[in-house]
């Protein structure tokens, strides 16, 4: 079966760095996205992974451990502009993309 | 370049009715997915086309067929509306759709089924 798991909310300050977490267990594996949806609107792509470490793409940056089945997104220097939900979704070749639940991060200033 | 376009962007309908859905994807790109996505199950995959061919499908009932054509945009049918199919229908395109890409989305249909 396929699981992939996040938090369901989060809450940080202007300014501060956050991490948000992703497991995962999929059948097949060829690939790890992070997506960032703003209420009301479509999700945008932020990052994707398919070998082990990290990725550094300005504010944002994404690891993977495929070993573990883990993940997490780093937000650096937040915005308020940063308060969305933030998705992470597996690319199962049995299945398509997979996407968690999402985490709905709040950006207090 | 221009992005994903799905049109309508509401509709409203009830119980029984069937609903035609449409999407064109950005200019080159051959995959295109269709995603359902409620507060309570999230984004989920309905299924995807390359090719004019549907080459992968999640778990949902017969009701919610799809079909592509040769210029790669696509349509989403569901028959015989029920009440939980209220959401907003999301289509994705790739280039080729094989996971090394990433998908842009449309803006969505938000189906509300009375």
């Known amino acids: 079966g396929q699981n992939i798991d996040q938090p369901t909310e989060m809450t940080a300050t202007e300014g501060a760095i956050v991490q948000i977490n992703c497991t995962y267990q999929t059948s097949g594996f060829n690939g790890l996205f992070w997506y960032q949806q703003h209420a009301g609107e479509a999700p945008t792509f932020l990052s994707y992974n398919v070998l082990d470490g990290l990725e550094e793409k300005g504010r944002f940056s994404s690891f993977l451990s495929r070993s573990k089945g883990y993940s997490y997104l780093l937000l650096k220097e937040l915005q308020m502009k940063d308060s969305a939900s933030y998705l992470c979704a597996v690319w199962d070749y049995g299945q398509n993309f997979v996407f968690g639940p999402g985490t709905r991060l709040s950006v207090l200033p | 370049k221009a992005g994903v376009t799905q049109t309508p962007r509401y509709l409203i309908k009830t119980r029984g009715q069937q609903v035609t859905l449409s999407c064109s994807p950005i200019?080159?790109?051959?995959?295109v997915s269709w995603y359902q996505q409620t507060p309570g199950q999230g984004l989920q995959f309905l299924f995807e086309y390359f090719s004019e061919t549907q080459r992968n499908k999640g778990n949902f009932p017969g009701r919610f067929s799809g079909r592509q054509f040769s210029n790669s945009r696509s349509e989403m049918n569901v028959s015989t509306l029920e009440l939980g199919d209220s959401a907003l229908y999301l289509c994705?395109?790739?280039?080729?759709?094989?996971?090394?890409?990433?998908?842009?989305f449309g803006p969505g249909t938000r189906l509300t089924v009375l």
């Open positions: 200019s080159g790109h051959r995959s």
């Open positions: 994705a395109s790739s280039l080729v759709g094989d996971g090394g890409n990433e998908q842009f």
